[in-house]
C-alpha cells in the first residue's frame, strides 16, 4: 500500500511552503482573458508534488493570478510543460474545495515525463477545464457502481469524493478498481478512508499478484456479474483502458444496467481541447466537447472506429 494521498487541504500548500495567491484586478483579468481564449494557458506553480506509485505523481497547482480554477468531476485540462508540449489530463481533486488543484499522471511519454518530473516552484500553463462530467448527482436515490482500471482511478477520484460527501442521498455504493500489480495501487489512503468512514464497498483486485499478495488476482470486468447493486436503478461510472471499457460495460448491460446509465471517459488523443483541431473526432462526435464522459448507448456504435 502507498503513503497517505495528498489532498487539497491547507497543509498541501503547507507541505510545499507556498501560500495561496489572493485574486487581484491584474488577475482576474488575466483569468478573463484565459477564458476569452481557449487556446491561451494560464500560468500555475507547481505547489507540491506527491510519488503516488513508481510511475505516477500527483501535482498540485496554485494560479499565479490568484483565480481559482472551477470544475466539475469529470473534466480535464490541457497541462503545458513549458518548451515540452502539451497533453490532456483530468482533474483529479475535489471539486468542492478551493485549495490548489490536482492532477494525477503517469509518466508514458515525453510531456508526462516532463509533468511528472516537476518540482515545486515549476512553472506549468493550465487551458481549460474542458469537456462533459459524470454528473454524479444523476445517481442520487440509487446505487452507483464505479468501475476503474488503472491511471483510471485518478478521472474518478472527483466522482468519488463527490459521492463520500452527499453519501447519504445514495444507496449502495461500490467501487471496483483493477491495478496492475499491489504496489500500482492509487489512492490507497482513500480506498481505506472511503471503505471505514463512507459506506463505500471497495473491491480491489490485481493482474500480477506476489506471493505475499492476500488480496484477489484477476480482471475487473470479472468483478462485475456478482457486485452487490440493483441494476435496474444505478448509474455506472467507468474509466480504464479502451479495452476494459467496453468489456466492463457488455458485462454492466448483461447485469440489468441502462446503457444511457453506463458512462465511459473516452480518454483518446487531442490536442486542442475545444473543438478545433478534429484530433477527437469520432465520428460525429468531437470527445473534447461531446466528451470525454459520455453514455454507453452512444458509445458502443462507435468504439471499433480506431483514433486518429
Ligand atoms: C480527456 C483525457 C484525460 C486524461 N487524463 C489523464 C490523467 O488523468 N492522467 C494521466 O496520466 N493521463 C491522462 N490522459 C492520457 C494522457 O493525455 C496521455 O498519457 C498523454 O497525452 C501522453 O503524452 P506523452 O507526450 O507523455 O506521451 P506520448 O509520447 O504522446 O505517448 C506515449 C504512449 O502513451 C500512449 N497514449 C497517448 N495518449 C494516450 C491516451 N489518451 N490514452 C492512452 N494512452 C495514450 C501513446 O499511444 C504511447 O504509447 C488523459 C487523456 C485524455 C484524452
Ligand atoms: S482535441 Fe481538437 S477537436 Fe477535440
Redesign the pocket.
Known sequence: MTAPMLDRTPGVAGVAGVAEAPATATGTAHAAAAAADPMLPRPFRVTARHLDTRDTVTLALDPLDGVPLAFAAGQ?TMLHAFGV?E????I?GDPRSCGPLL????D??????ALVGATPGTAIGVRGPF?TGWEVGAGQGGDVVVIAGG?GL??LRPALLELAHDRAAYGRVVLLYGARSPEDILFAGDLARWAAHHRITVEVTVDYGPPDWTGRVGLVTDLVPRAGFDPAHALALVCGPEVMMRAVATALVARGVAPERVRLSM????KCGVGLCGHCQLRELFLCLDG?VLGFDRLAPLMDVREL
Do not use: D, L, W
Not at 497533453?87 to 483530468?90: A, G, L, N, R, T
Open positions: 480535464f508540449g497533453v490532456p489530463i483530468s483529479s492532477h494525477t499522471i503517469r508514458v511519454g515525453s510531456v508526462t515525463h469537456g491511471i485518478a478521472p480518454e483518446r488523443n487531442m470525454p
